[in-house]
């Protein structure tokens, strides 16, 4: 065996480059990161070539000491904890210390900061972990840094990146989640000169959402705030009409921080329960907040994982929440048995639908698809089963817990309602034809979720 050596700090920093820049979405990530722990308002994202060739990160947070310029680029080098209790009281995005010196071992490094109003600044050129520049300048409030030619010296690593529109789908993935997450806070990313993100930063996550995912999509959120002792979630989440084919499109943020937990996703397919089409999933964004000592971020470098240490609490939370919000829309027709006529009339209204309004009596948002028919053709079905009695011909719904019943194959009429009275009929077709996005149908035919027994003549 040859002796042991301690290894020299440049190679130190490329091994740990190897977990920490994995690729230029990740260094994204880290300056992004360092930039709202600076308690930035604006942060402007530039890259070339998909971050291969250039990454430039502008924001106007406090900059860099002229002091600390250089010891930051040392490794385990953070001005954010300081003894090993603050690793459970954790409310910073970084604190390892390690992206400067990882991203510096194996890039060439710009970086021109300015923590005063002055406008007197340092800028520090490093390249392949060699300080090349260290100097006094002119410059804004604030910290810009560039960060060029990506894994110029690992050509294993640089091979194996993929294609530029690969990589930049990564950056914008993450810069969409960075402005999901922060909504006080003016994003704006480039590619090439092209404008791929533009947020205001006036607090509003709803116009957030709208910039990332459309205006459509926007219209089609619900709002979400709960409480209980440990947590708060607040945010918004996508009406079940509204859905995607992957998860791509639930955003779970803790204590503001995008994290992947597979618990907390399948509490939210748990609230949705049979409400969504068989592989179809939501659009949801909401920030978990709860006290940092429940939660370890302390999982990865990447810290994309987290462990919670109430997770047994926290998922059914997370369940009910969204549950409740879901509940809130009427999204089937209730039944509803009102008496008409005077005192001792035996007449009633054998059953309402109400379609388009929620619970209190709100109409659905502006552009939402009702799931089902909310029109006066609706109403008019219903409300020709006025009986008299107890009326031979009934129409009520029920829940979908009854054996599978065959279905028409042209019409997706079920076959047993064929020859029954035109008013039922007709609701069934209402029922049908506003389904007319397929995922619509299937979640409204095949599953059977509403059934419409005709009882009596039939
Ligand atoms: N954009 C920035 N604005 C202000 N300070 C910064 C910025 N980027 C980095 N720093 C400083 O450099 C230090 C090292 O950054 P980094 O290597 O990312 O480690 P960490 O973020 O884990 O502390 C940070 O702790 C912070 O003090
Ligand atoms: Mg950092």
């Known amino acids: 065996m040859a002796k042991i050596h301690i290894l020299d700090e440049h190679i130190a920093n490329q091994i740990a480059a190897g977990e920490v820049v994995e690729r230029p979405a990740s260094v994204v990530k880290e300056l992004v990161e360092n930039a709202i722990d600076a308690g930035s308002t604006k942060i402007e994202v530039t890259v070339e070539e998909g971050g291969l060739q250039s990454i430039r990160v502008t924001d106007n947070g406090s900059g860099i000491d002229p002091n600390d310029c250089t010891a930051a680029f040392y490794r385990h080098a953070t001005s954010k904890i300081e003894h090993s209790r603050d690793l459970f009281h954790i409310t910073t995005l970084g604190f390892r210390g390690e992206a400067l010196p990882s ?15 002055e406008g007197l600044g340092h800028r520090v050129v490093i390249e392949g972990g060699k300080l090349i ?17 990506l894994f110029y010296n690992t050509p294993a690593r640089l091979k194996y990146m993929k ?26 990313l480039r590619h090439n000169s092209n404008s791929l993100l533009q947020t205001v930063g006036n607090g509003d996550l709803l116009q957030v959402i709208a910039a990332v995912y459309g205006t459509q999509a926007a219209k089609a959120m619900l709002p979400i705030q709960a409480e209980n002792l440990d947590f708060q979630l607040h945010g918004y989440i996508s009406r079940p009409e509204w859905t995607r084919s992957n998860r791509n499109g639930i955003s779970t943020m803790v204590n503001g921080r995008y994290i992947r937990n597979f618990g907390v996703n399948q509490a939210i397919q748990r609230a949705y329960h049979t409400l969504l089409p068989i592989n179809r999933f939501p659009l949801a964004v909401f920030d978990l907040r709860m006290h940092p000592s429940l939660v370890d971020v302390n999982v ?12 047994q609490e926290l998922y059914p939370f997370v369940e009910q929440s969204i549950y409740q919000v879901l509940r809130q829309e009427v999204l089937i027709p209730q039944p509803v048995k009102q008496s008409i006529g005077g005192k001792g009339s035996s007449s009633f209204i054998q059953e309402q639908f109400h379609f388009s309004k929620n619970k209190n009596g709100n109409p659905l948002p502006e552009g939402s698809l009702p799931l089902l028919p909310s029109d006066t053709q609706a109403n008019e079905s219903a409300e020709m089963n006025v009986g008299s009695g107890t009326s031979s011909k009934t129409a009520s719904v029920v829940d979908a817990s009854a054996p599978p019943r065959e279905y028409n194959q042209d019409s997706n009429v079920p076959s047993s309602i064929h020859g029954t009275s035109r008013s039922i009929h007709r609701l069934n077709l209402n029922l049908i034809t506003r389904c007319g996005r397929r ?5 409204l035919c095949p599953r059977k979720r509403i059934e419409i027994f005709v009882q009596g003549s039939l």
């Open 300 to 311: 990865h470098p990447a810290k994309l994982e987290v462990r919670f240490s109430k997770e």
């Open 133 to 149: 520049a260290d100097e006094t300048i002119a410059a804004p409030r604030g910290t810009d840094l560039i960060i060029r030619e």
């Open 439 to 443: 995922e619509q149908r299937d979640m």
């Open 103 to 117: 991203i510096a071992a194996v890039a060439k490094v710009e970086l021109v900061t300015s923590s005063g109003d």
């Open 163 to 188: 294609t530029i529109q690969t990589e930049l789908g990564h950056i914008s993935d993450f810069m969409y989640r960075m402005a999901l997450s922060h909504p006080q806070i003016a994003f704006s």
